[in-house]
């Protein structure tokens, strides 16, 4: 009898834990491709509106609180390119 329960429960177990596996992988995959979704492309200008260097960044053009900066020591405020290829639109900080 005790052999019969265990031969029932063991399968179930190995099954559900299967599936808790199953389900963390994806969660941390799915996390990830959200993150790297919300990657933009930025730029830093330089001499002038025209002379742009390209970075990706975590940045929205939507406004809010805080303008998308470089994490250099220097920070440098990020752009985005207007339809005449100037680098004049602010970015904003992604916030959570």
């Not at 031969?7 to 179930?12: A, G, H, K, N, S």
């Not at 190995?14 to 808790?20: K, P, V």
């Not at 939507?62 to 339809?83: F, H, R, Y």
Request: glycine share 6%; hydrophobic share 40%.
């Amino acid at each position: 009898m005790k052999n019969l329960k265990l031969q029932t429960v063991l399968p179930i177990a190995a099954f559900l834990l299967a599936g808790i596996g199953a389900f963390a992988t994806q969660q941390t995959k799915s996390n990830e491709s959200i993150k790297d979704a919300a990657l933009i492309d930025g730029f830093i200008r330089h001499s002038s509106s025209t002379d742009c260097e390209e970075i990706k960044v975590d940045c929205t053009p939507v406004s809010t609180d805080q303008l998308c900066m470089t994490e250099e020591a220097t920070p440098q405020q990020v752009w985005q390119k207007n339809g005449v290829g100037q680098c004049v639109l602010e970015l904003y900080k992604l916030t959570n």
